[in-house]
């Protein structure tokens, strides 16, 4: 694998998933005692043929950018997929709509655009309250406000958690991986190969609730690192661009993690 990661003028890396891929991509090499997999580094935010045979790693425009290579669209936000919608997976009212319809008091997210922050990388789940005198364009996903205890990240390949992430909150409430896994078992309708799933935890009532899904690119990893991280990277990319065998250029594709 080659991955192409985003540099500041001075090649210095600018972001902590762009640090997780060296160290995994140095990792995978020492385990297999040759130099299989690669990264450069790269200031540039255009590119021409010869990035094709690379994975971008960085902020938001960064990868974008490469998707203009194949003249394909980038891929419109997640945030919670329509078979995660029901109430035993969300715990609060959670619609579709446009800016006309906001009620007071709910959190708005787009679902036409992608929202990153000032460094480049998609925040978590959004929290921005529209002005109900205002109709703003756009389509947006808009959630009832509840009080969480704690928000942790959990990592999907292939159908499985491979990772946990605390977010924020208390550091001693914990999710409870089964109802996560039954969240990544449920959404079966061609979800992507790699993604984030966020979910919060309401102590009292003993629950994990769903917060939404974030492609599998420009995220906050919030301190995971492992060498699966480089094929999650890698693989997402190969699906979006249409590549259905990503499989072959993934030499060492044999994860014996959780």
Not at 221 to 234: E, P, Q
Request: net charge negative; glycine share 6%; proline share 6%.
């Amino acid at each position: 694998m080659n991955f192409m990661i985003e540099s500041t003028s001075k090649l210095r890396i600018k972001h902590s998933h762009s640090w997780a891929i060296v160290k995994a991509c140095r990792g995978l090499n020492w385990d297999a005692h040759k130099q299989e997999h690669h990264y450069v580094l790269s200031p540039h935010q255009a590119f021409d043929d010869r990035a094709e045979h690379f994975v971008p790693v960085g902020s938001v425009n960064f990868v974008h950018n490469y998707f203009d290579l194949y003249r394909i669209a980038p891929p419109l936000p997640i945030n919670i997929p329509d078979q995660l919608m029901p109430e035993c997976f969300t715990g609060r009212e959670v619609y579709n709509g446009k800016g006309k319809d906001y009620k007071i008091g709910f959190c708005a997210r787009r679902t036409d655009l992608t929202i990153f922050n000032y460094s480049g990388i998609k925040q978590p789940f959004y929290d921005f309250h529209l002005n109900p005198d205002d109709c703003i364009p756009g389509e947006w996903q808009f959630s009832e406000s509840i009080e969480l205890d704690a928000i942790w990240r959990a990592f999907v390949f292939q159908g499985k958690m491979v990772g946990l992430q605390r977010c924020s909150g208390d550091i001693s409430v914990f999710p409870c991986p089964v109802a996560i896994q039954d969240m990544i078992d449920a959404w079966d309708d061609n979800p992507p190969v790699a993604y984030a799933l966020d979910v919060g935890v309401i102590e009292k009532k003993n629950s994990t609730i769903v917060l939404g899904a974030e492609h599998f690119y420009s995220i906050d990893l919030f301190g995971f690192s492992d060498t699966i991280l480089a094929f999650m990277f890698a693989a997402w990319f190969y699906e979006a661009i249409g590549f259905k065998d990503w499989q072959f250029l993934m030499p060492g594709l044999q994860y014996k993690g959780a």
